[in-house]
């Protein structure tokens, strides 16, 4: 039997997952992911530490399991998109890892909204600007850390970051790198002109060289071999952007008969489509791990994170108590409640520097009513996204989500009941692991294609069917909180002005 690793760089946790050729799991470990605040609006990781994680899960997994590691026949990585992961002209780090949901750029993407630069480059790009694009990013260093920034050798996102460390090859995967905003979705290349448009075309060089997800991009060497248990030589696969994995595990495809919806830190509700079609609105597309497929997906960091911050604050040990939350919601009525809370803890999805918060809050309201308004403002947010993905996909009906509220089945209930729209979920829980273990299958030759793979991964299903009693009340409530959210949008101008 061959097995492959399939690890998976998230905003909370990094997990690596051991698979046979099926795509069973043998084994799985994982370690918190440390993240650095030291300023408002800057999200960091310090790059050795984020390879340290890297290599405690691995050993940890190696050390779980008494296969042959000769057995090994690759290993890929998964990870959050965007940001910038910078090396020097020397080939060291340069400062820290700068995430996506990093906001320092901020008034430097107000000033290119203001100038109509979103409309200039969609063309080209077919994406849109915000605070954690690389673009935006690497022009706040020009501007403020001019020193770093005439220093920069390679501009990486995480996954290419960690790679670099197992093999010693520098690469940008495209899933990831054709959202950077550096890249020109016609031509899939590198383009001078959008990086003289940012004014940032001293980093041309610093670009690397286009990686396909399942493209052998080195091997493991000698001293990470040692760093890790893994075998010298072990192939190393491209990857993929973690939104790319979810869909691939969720099972959507260009039927678009179906969206995956993805409740983690961020809000990610995503389509597979082969066309590129004209649209009122101007929807991200993105190389799919499938060639001649793209992705679609609307996202913003308003997701469960948002409830996961509020673990000290709603229970005596600082972890939530998910079934005994679950218990006190299941007893309410549905969003009969005056609270409402808006998700903005990490970023808005409906307007730049938007700030989070409750309102409605009275003396006689319970935990209970809190934590039933934070999962109805989670699923609010996430409605922003559906109802556009739904103009571009009219003809899906079942969303296929995943994320850790899928195991509360009253938060599942109340999605479906929102949306009004069938809610599928898999018994597959690492999506991320597991799309990059697929990709390294199809690279090592396991399978010819991430389809194939997929057809031969046994995996169960469970669907809610939405309740329409519910239905009119939710959307009613999702109609008082857009008229919510358009107040704090005024509240926020005045006092910035």
């Given amino acids: 039997m061959n097995y492959y690793i399939g690890l998976d760089s998230g905003g909370t946790f990094m997990k690596a997952a051991l698979y046979d050729s099926k795509g069973v799991q043998v084994a799985l470990t994982r370690t918190s992911a440390s993240v650095i605040n030291e300023q408002q609006g800057w999200v960091e990781r310090d790059l050795d530490s984020l390879w340290d994680d890297a290599v405690i899960v691995i050993k940890e997994l190696l050390a779980t399991t008494d296969i042959n590691r000769e057995d090994i026949k690759g290993i890929s990585i998964s990870a959050q998109g965007k940001g910038v992961y910078l090396l020097d002209k020397q080939g060291h780090n340069l400062g820290r890892g700068i995430m996506s949901s990093d906001s320092r750029s901020l008034s430097i993407v107000k000033e290119w909204l203001q100038q109509g630069l979103p409309d200039q480059i969609y063309s080209k790009t077919l994406q849109t600007l915000w605070t954690g694009h690389p673009v935006s990013i690497i022009r706040w260093l020009k501007d403020n850390q001019p020193e770093l920034y005439s220093n920069i050798g390679a501009i990486m996102m995480a996954h290419d970051y960690i790679r670099y460390r197992f093999t010693g090859e520098v690469g940008a995967e495209i899933t ?235 938060w599942m209930q109340m999605l479906a009941d929102l949306t009004g729209m069938e809610v599928e979920i898999t018994d597959i829980d690492e999506t991320g692991s597991l799309g990059a273990a697929i990709v390294a299958m199809v690279g090592a030759g396991e399978y010819s294609s991430s389809r194939e793979c997929m057809d031969n991964i046994v995996s169960q299903s469970k669907r809610i069917l939405p309740n329409v009693d519910n239905h009119q009340a939710l959307n009613k409530k999702y109609h008082h909180y857009q008229q919510l959210v358009q107040l704090f949008k005024t509240f926020e101008e005045q006092i910035n002005d």
Avoid at 235 to 263: K, R, W
């Fill in 176 to 410: 990831n790198m054709s959202e950077s905003n550096f890249f020109n979705a016609q031509t899939g290349q590198y383009d001078m002109d959008l990086l003289t448009l940012f004014d940032i075309e001293e980093v041309w060089d610093a670009l690397p060289n286009i990686v396909q997800p399942d493209q052998l991009a080195g091997s493991i060497t000698q001293q990470v071999a040692l760093e890790t248990g893994l075998v010298a030589g072990t192939p190393v696969f491209g990857g993929l952007f973690d939104v790319v994995s979810t869909a691939l595990c969720s099972g959507i495809d260009a039927s678009e008969q179906a969206l995956n919806y993805v409740m983690g830190t961020w809000a990610v509700t995503s389509g597979i489509t082969r066309e590129i079609t004209q649209a009122t609105h101007n929807f991200v597309y993105g190389h799919y791990a499938v060639e001649g497929e793209y992705i679609i997906h609307e996202a913003s960091p308003t997701s469960a994170g948002n409830y996961e911050w509020f673990a000290e604050y709603l229970s005596a040990d600082g972890e939530l108590q998910h079934q005994h939350n679950e218990s006190l919601v299941a007893n309410l009525e549905v969003a009969s409640s005056s609270v409402y809370f808006v998700p903005f803890l990490y970023g808005s999805n409906q307007g730049l520097g938007l700030k989070s918060g409750f309102y409605g809050l009275q003396a006689h309201h319970t935990k209970a009513h809190i934590i039933q308004a934070i999962w109805e403002g989670i699923l609010f947010c996430h409605n922003i996204h559906l109802e556009r993905m739904r103009a571009r996909f009219p003809q899906a009906k079942i969303l296929k989500v995943t994320g850790g509220p899928t195991s509360n089945n009253t």
